[in-house]
């Protein structure tokens, strides 16, 4: 209820700032650290949906009859100033056959636009080279290159009277979104999935979608990592249908009893949404590596209203396969969503049963200790530039494995939801990060005239991207814990992350960098994260020292280290 209303009161605040991004006004949406978000629906598991049985056991959502990929050419336009992009490219009547066609998702700095720029510690942007002065949350409006990207698409005809969804798994660093010439809403933060319910827009035969996409938002003072500074679509671009009911979010518990760690206990909580004259029901099961029913159960959603949250009573199950980076042993869970008696929809989860476990200095999972063994990664391909394919994902961690790696820090943001089935699957440990870097360290020498860790403008940004994060992902075995910044000063909107995560998700530890920052009467860590010891495993940073690779009391991670 907390996100909803938070979410709803933000929107309306997006409407207030400004009616119509069309609209002349003297500071636009991507100027402002309010507009995060216009229409988008709230953040949820992934819940993609398929027509049978055969398809849920094959398992390969892009193949579903309810799924479309928007992958590939589309029609495109840059400029380097705002003032002389198309304004009108998104209506269905703008002539754009003298455009030129780039691929999605991909860089538009590797293909053949602008110019890519490597920054290691400061905003590439504070740089005379645009006769610009960081000062949040302005970017340079004259040097602030504009993609217009156009493509169509016909709607399948078994969509037809369903429910239609888009999605933008990634884009950099702010974009507007059009379909068949109507507005749809616009996003910043380009690491998380942004979808909006566009069912009214579409029309019989072919549509038209366009995005309008700025190199550098408000929200690039957060997103500041060390990396390739890129801009465009990075990351795959979809639609997916439900029926008008449908299964609009799920949370799976999949621990293990604390005593002998070998009986599994289960939980799971749905959330159904849509109005419905018919009786319904939600109905899972839950099977082994071998196709076994371990579990299953039907519940009758009593309520005909919008939204029902449903939670199914939890269950010990026993003798349960563990799952481990050693022994990445996988159950199928599988949801079922029923009409008057008839399968509305449905789809499935590869879930785990592990617990991880902080005891004084250790990390347990499933009761044993463990070390970390891995390295940090980036999204990244050699020809379209801050993107991957799952050729590429799969690769990554097949090569860890090879390399006796047992865990990756996806620095610096979160990663897609395709590398992290592989890390379920071959058996990889994952620290997830928010996409919330270098904020207010000596790396940046900012913020004035405020700082935005503990400016309450800026907390929606926060702890949107922490929620956007942990909501998308929390079903996945491989995380074994979150990370809600990286090399950063500590303020009161990452102490919101922390309440909200340790409310969210209490079967996850919790890392932060730089811990030395963190006030001393502060809860804000589980985990100690210090960076580049020298090879003795001695460093000070932050008012934080350690010695011989020892922590304080609590687990120590160096997870930057070269």
Known sequence: MIDRMSRQIFTLLGAI?????????????????????????????YVWPYATVTDVEQGDYEQSPYYLSLNGKWKFHWVKNPDKRPKEFYKPSFYTGGWADILVPGNWERQGYGTAIYVNESYEFDDKMFKFKKNPPLVPYEDNEVGSYRRTFKVPASWKDRRVVLCCEGVI?????????????????????????????????????????????????????DMWRLSGIERDVYLYSTPHRYIADYKVTSSLEKTNYKD???????????????????????????????????????????????????????????????????????????????????????????????????????????????????????????????????LDVILFKQSNMNFVRTSHYPPTERFLEYCDRYGVYVESETAVCFVNTYRQKNYAPGK????????????????????????????????????????????????????TDTTRPVIFSYPGSVDKKEKIYDILSMHYQDVYGNLSQWGMTTRNFQGHGIPALFDEWA
Not at 19 to 45: D, M, R, V
Not at 280 to 300: N, Q, W
Request: with cysteine; charged share 20%; proline share 4%.
């Open 17 to 45: 700032l400004a009616f119509s991004p069309l609209a002349a006004q003297e500071q636009p949406e991507w100027q402002s650290q309010y507009a995060i978000g216009l229409n988008k629906l709230q953040p949820h598991t």
């Open 173 to 225: 660093s702010f974009y507007y979104v059009w379909v068949n010439g109507k507005f749809i809403g616009y996003n910043q933060g380009s690491k998380t999935p942004a979808e909006w319910d566009i069912t009214d827009k579409l029309e019989d035969g072919e549509n038209m979608i366009a995005l309008e996409v700025y190199r550098w938002s408000a929200g690039s003072y957060l997103e500041c990592q």
């Open 264 to 394: 599994g206990l289960f939980g799971l909580d749905v959330t159904i949404e849509g109005a419905s004259q018919n009786a319904s029901s939600i109905a899972y099961t839950l099977k082994d590596a071998e196709g076994r029913t371990v579990s299953a159960e039907e519940i009758p959603v009593k309520s005909r209203g919008l939204s029902n949250f449903i939670s199914f009573p939890g269950k010990r199950l026993p003798a349960v396969q563990a799952w481990s980076a050693e022994h990445p042993n996988l159950y199928t869970l599988e949801i079922t969503l029923y009409q008057n008696k008839k399968e509305l929809s449905r789809f499935h989860r590869n879930i785990g049963f592990r617990d991880v476990k902080i005891s004084g200095n250790k990390m347990l999972v499933n009761g044993r200790s463990v070390k970390l063994r891995g390295a940090c990664r980036h999204d990244i391909h050699p020809k379209l530039g801050r993107t991957t394919t799952a050729e590429l994902d799969s």
């Open 452 to 503: 935005t860790q503990s400016d309450p403008a800026y907390a929606d940004r926060y702890l949107g991207q922490c929620q956007e994060m942990v909501k998308s992902s929390r079903s996945h075995p491989s995380i074994l814990f979150w990370s809600i910044g990286n090399e950063s000063v500590y303020g009161s909107n990452f102490q919101l992350c922390w309440d909200w995560i340790k409310k």
